[in-house]
């Protein structure tokens, strides 16, 4: 089959490979027919997750047709159309009977290497390097799926690829940010990172009663995405509003906005000459993996007592965090990686009631063999790209 | 250096204790090891707590390698757990045949197996 395939930094090219095959009782394979580029591929593609090998095949975001299962599983059956979730969980483990599936204590074939980088393994995820369990990834024409009988959810009306595909990731992962801070109605919500996870994270915002929230980005046509479509109700742009914090004082009477979501992650692109250059310098020479502007100016523009939330990837470790702030405001921090397959069905239901239609974010439609393109008008954010989806 | 590993497992205690010593599930390497293994009941609905002792074996060579054994014991816990709670073991490209200490360096790239490769794993 063809396949996306890392080979270093910077360089990912449509290949071909052997077909997956079923592997254990509980896997399927899937035929792939739409898949998209996730900003978090960037971090592989920029080369700042580690454990890459060259030959990995990357995404994990995608959707198909089934076309084998294994013996034990009797939820699915071939020919059925499925989205799927990003997070490999086993359904059976303490984590995924809470659902906690991100957290899966059986689907990380590399626990150890995790456990070396974390403290303690996470869920396997779909191409996604080694430290989650070396999985092929998702753009691709075929895909193997482990625990198939717990991740996928079944699309059955006639709702398009692209209005349902973003329930694999961005829009469960944006809506989870959103989630965690915890909106009764009246609250001001600020979302740093106006990319698709940062779209998803304001409209779900919006969708949960928030009366105000505030989109920051350094990327103006993301910004009037955000205020257009995803139903901001301000925007900061970092270029030309310089000091972040004082402006989301301004914007809030000094309270300082009720909760923060960091939709940015490890590579956030501002801050302040001197830090911006140093942490430049520190994860060039792999000193630091994660560069943190967003995640601090989160945590010193909350208001005491707020939350923040935590869906940019991070990888590593960070400098300069302000463990001040945090704690004399006595603020929480929410994060992870997103519990997928908690959240699939009642999103769905949003879709298919019209609460949100999630094509908003699509900008880009190429097919498989031109990811590469794909990678390299996302990353330079060429063309006004937000969202490349992939068509094997 | 520690030389004990522990693990929990989402059972009752007694169904722990039988698929443990059962021939289907036994852990070759832990049970040959003359390690020290106690069941014990995890707090709240969390299933039995599995210690593996090592340091039972006071011998100096044994000390010795006690890291590369308390790797192989460590592999061999998850594998019970994967087994006993999901009935398989997690296989992923780049490490077919499961969690192995030995495959932690050696990864093979995350796209699927040729068939001689499979066979070779055993799948």
Redesign the interface.
């Known amino acids: 089959m063809r ?1 996306t ?1 890392w080979s270093g930094r910077n360089t990912v090219q449509v290949e071909n ?5 079923i ?4 896997d399927a394979i899937v035929k792939i027919t739409s898949t998209a580029i996730c900003g978090s591929d960037l971090h592989l593609y920029d080369g700042y997750i580690p ?1 890459m ?5 990357l995404g994990h975001e995608f959707m198909g047709e089934i076309v084998d299962v294994g013996r ?1 599983v009797s939820t699915l059956q071939v020919g059925d159309r499925v989205v799927v979730p990003f997070p490999i969980a ?5 984590a995924c ?1 809470h659902e906690l599936y991100a957290a899966c ?9 995790a456990e070396k980088i974390f403290g303690h393994p996470a869920a ?1 995820i779909f ?1 996604y390097s ?1 430290l989650t ?5 998702g753009q691709a024409e075929y895909a ?1 799926v ?2 198939a009988d717990v991740g996928p959810i079944k699309i059955e009306d006639d709702l398009t690829d692209e209005q349902v595909l973003f329930l694999s990731d961005i829009f469960p992962t944006g809506y989870m940010g959103a989630e965690f801070c915890e909106i009764g109605g009246g609250e001001v919500i600020a979302v740093f990172g106006a990319g698709p996870v940062g779209q998803f994270a304001i409209a779900s915002a919006v969708m949960l009663g928030a009366e105000r929230v505030i989109a920051i980005d350094h990327v103006a046509y993301r910004l009037e995405m955000a205020r257009n479509r995803a139903g901001a109700t301000d925007t900061i742009n970092l270029e030309a509003d310089a000091d972040v914090v004082e402006q989301l004082k301004e914007l809030t009477g000094g309270r300082g906005p009720d909760a923060v979501i960091d939709a940015v992650g490890m590579e956030g692109e501002y801050g302040h000459g001197a830090l911006k250059a140093a942490e430049r310098l520190k994860q060039a020479t792999r000193s630091e993996t994660d560069r943190g502007p967003a995640l601090r100016d989160a945590i010193l523009a909350c208001r005491p007592g707020g939350i923040v939330s935590v869906i940019g990837v991070y990888g590593g470790l960070m400098d300069k965090f302000p463990t001040g702030a945090l704690m004399n405001k006595g603020l929480s921090i929410k994060a992870g990686q997103c519990h997928v397959q908690r959240y699939m069905k009642p999103l769905l239901d949003h879709i298919r009631a019209g609460n949100i239609d999630p094509t908003f974010v699509v900008t880009h439609r190429l097919g498989l063999d031109e990811a590469a393109n794909g990678y390299e008008t996302f990353k330079h954010k060429e063309d006004e790209c937000v969202k490349v989806v992939l068509r094997p | 250096m520690r030389a004990k590993a522990a693990i929990t497992v989402h059972r009752a205690r007694d169904e722990v204790r039988r698929l443990w010593e059962s021939s289907e599930y036994q852990p070759d390497y832990i049970e040959k090891a003359d390690a020290g293994v106690t069941f014990r009941d995890a707090p709240g609905d969390r299933g039995t707590e599995i210690h593996v002792d090592l340091e039972r074996d006071t011998s100096a060579v044994r000390k010795l390698f006690a890291a590369p054994r308390l790797a192989k014991v460590k592999d061999e816990l998850r594998r019970f757990k994967q087994l006993v709670e999901t009935g398989e073991i997690a296989r992923s490209d780049s490490t077919p045949e499961g969690e192995r200490a030995q495959r932690k360096l050696k990864q093979r790239p995350a796209q699927p197996l040729q068939a001689s490769e499979r066979e070779k794993a055993g799948v």
């Open positions: 396949a395939v490979v052997p077909d997956p095959t592997l254990n009782d509980r454990t090998k060259k030959g990995d095949i034990a086993c359904g059976n483990c303490w009977r204590e059986n689907s990380n074939p590399n626990a150890g290497l396997g191409g080694h369990g070396g999985y092929a990834g193997r482990p625990f």
